[in-house]
């Protein structure tokens, strides 16, 4: 195990030339890696490692010693590595029990997180109990906020099985479910145990679901490493192939930006806002196309519109739209939105989303690859004018 | 204002011969009083005033200055308080709107949760929202978990309205609701910006309302000071008649031990527990008797039987029952609980309280009237024919 610390600091603007995985280790074979990530009230480990799954109950035992387990997964990664680690559990004597719910989106609602708050409640599960979020993002959301909410709170352990919950979602102590009106509207802040990323279970993985993981990795480096934002540009094609070694390194390099960003800024007062860095209009193009686009093909086209966005307020370097146009589509990700979006609903959609504050909207704004504006707080109220020209100088209207 | 913060330690066991108010002031005219209670990552101040209701809107500015406030209150106190509340806020120039749920007990769970919730998106409300919990032990615990959850948490102020919830629920930070299982178990902890504790408001309630907040006043006495328990026991009619200053008086020095408490266990994992006392008891008459008997009523008699419990066990001082006794009867709450109670329904009870963690039912008792024993993690881990042994001798079977 190679201890690694956030405490290196990661500044905005200090990116910078570092490449995958500079930072000393690991250019061997993969090994483990514990990334520390601070909280309000004390730190926990992300550990990376090929294979590093078959070893959760090991790793149960050691950072989240419980009476009961409850294993949360959806009806497609329950068959695929819940039913073989209940097996592993029980061979290792801890009391586990398997929950699963309908896989999707739609799921992570407040009815399935009152369902299998009620299971556990069936189960006679105490205080005592530990959640563990078996899945991609939907699954760590929604199980975390069981987690959060169970006799005000039971600890939780993320597993995530997504690329992009391993680079991303399981990092940082977000929990929530879904509304009617709108993504992640109800939720709270519950950091894990440990976070468990085995990148081994992405190898599976179709390339399309790799490549929309992989987004918010470009997202890592264009708003805080150049380096390695060029390096996921080199690497892309092997990534996109499943390559263990450079998904290992991209996981680590991810998690360790990340991690020190939320463990700067916890709660999303200050720093933590900088990774809102092409999501205003990412969820506002999910939103007026009734989410029919994937959510890391909006992330990619939202990156390429924000900094769009910058350069022509004039605090992105001109020419960074395009870098990260050219980035995306290496990663085989969309870098010009679908005609005829509704330039109109998205600018409405950006008023709904939860950043905005007494009616004002405000973007991260880079100020050029790899470095994100200050602004006021890390961000820039832009007038909706620029928006509404921007958007429909995109769709052609 | 007289700054009072919990720094002078009131350790369990150490309790003694403080009366009310013996901390230096309060003697004269109630004037404002402050306690600091402190969290994980800072404190808040309960401030205690009578009339310091109708300052609310100063009051938010001060704590939790946001651009748009919603109070949330019930059926019964809306009209009362609510109402005129709305109108100083709105002559403050404070943009705020008044949501309303009915009145009870029943109403304290997930589906009112999720309709003030969807209420407050329908309103259009970000994280720049403050939520006022306005109101008795329902609407705190309500309001506050719409506000724990509420985009993963916006500010709430607790301004509460019914004396237990003055001297004992609005401190702490707990919110949550009740499942068809029981009560409280779905929740967050989060911590108020202020609690807003005006005695005037208790002057209208009737004599028995008044009774019932004042058993949880009995406990802070009989864990933690027994010159409170003996002051409690002196003035009790004058706290039933409603006596301002008796009344406030008794909110000051409640809020100090339960802030003192709280602010150095915030989640329960050690200390916090001995508030705990008379309460495992109380859950489980509340239902076995299918919540016939008033939460206070439940707790005087908790707190008699199990300060009885102690003295079985030989860890409590013989004689401390039957004080607690005589202390709830003064205070015209019931130390003997109604005939006809079944001691195996509740004994099943004490087993699906929260407080079990891998099937032991653990109690918090007294060594003696002010006074904790340490036990293991301030609790005892005790046989279930102790207890039955104890409650079939109680209903006389």
Redesign the interface.
């Known amino acids: 195990v190679t201890g690694r610390s956030v405490g290196e600091p990661v500044s905005p603007g200090v990116g910078g030339d570092r490449v995958i995985g500079a930072r000393g280790a690991p250019s061997g074979p993969p090994e483990e890696v514990r990334v520390e990530v601070p909280t309000?009230?004390g730190s926990y480990p992300v550990r990376i490692a090929p294979g590093l799954l078959r070893s959760l109950p090991t790793l149960l035992r050691e950072h989240a010693a419980g009476?009961r387990y409850a294993l949360i997964s959806d009806s497609n990664v329950a068959p695929l590595h819940g039913e073989p680690l209940m097996r592993a559990m029980e061979a290792a004597g801890l009391p586990a029990i398997l929950l699963t719910f309908p896989a999707g989106e739609a799921q992570k609602s407040?009815e399935w997180w009152?369902r299998l708050?009620?299971r556990l409640?069936?189960e006679?599960f105490?205080?005592?109990g530990v959640v563990v979020a078996l899945g991609g993002g939907v699954t760590g959301d929604l199980a975390g906020f069981v987690a959060?909410?169970?006799?005000?709170?039971i600890p939780v352990v993320q597993c995530p099985t997504s690329l992009v919950a391993m680079i991303d979602a399981s990092v940082g102590g977000?929990?929530?479910v879904d509304?009617p009106?709108?993504k992640?509207?109800?939720?709270?802040?519950h950091p894990p145990r440990v976070v468990v990323a085995d990148p081994e279970v992405t190898a599976t993985l179709p390339r399309q679901e790799r490549a929309q993981g992989l987004a918010e990795a470009v997202k890592h480096g264009a708003i805080l490493d150049r380096g390695y934002l060029d390096a996921l540009r080199r690497e892309a094609g092997t990534l996109l192939d499943g390559d263990p070694q450079a998904t290992w390194r991209t996981v680590i390099r991810s998690v360790e930006l990340k991690g020190d960003v939320v463990g700067r800024d916890e709660?999303?007062g200050g720093l933590r806002r900088i990774l809102n860095f092409g999501h205003t209009l990412a969820h506002a193009l999910e939103q007026a196309t009734g989410y029919a686009i994937p959510h890391g093909s909006a992330v990619a086209l939202g990156m390429v519109l924000e900094a769009r966005l910058g350069e022509r307020l004039g605090v992105t370097a001109p020419g960074t739209a395009q870098l990260l146009a050219e980035v995306v589509q290496e990663m085989e990700l969309p870098a010009v939105p679908p005609a005829g979006i509704d330039a109109e609903a998205m600018l409405a959609a950006t008023r709904?989303d939860?950043?905005?504050?007494?009616g004002v909207v405000r973007y991260v704004l880079l100020r050029g690859a790899g470095e994100v504006d200050p602004g006021q707080g890390w961000v820039h109220a832009v007038p909706d004018r620029e928006v509404l020209s921007l958007l429909r100088e995109t769709s052609g209207a």
Not at 148 to 153: D, E, H, I
Not at 184 to 189: D, M, T, Y
Not at 354 to 358: A, D, L, P
């Open positions: 309000g009230t009476h407040r009152g708050t009620d409640l069936e006679g105490g205080r005592d959060a909410t169970y006799m005000r709170g977000k929990t929530g509304t009106v709108g992640n509207l109800v939720g709270a802040f709660r999303e709904s939860k950043k905005g504050e007494g």
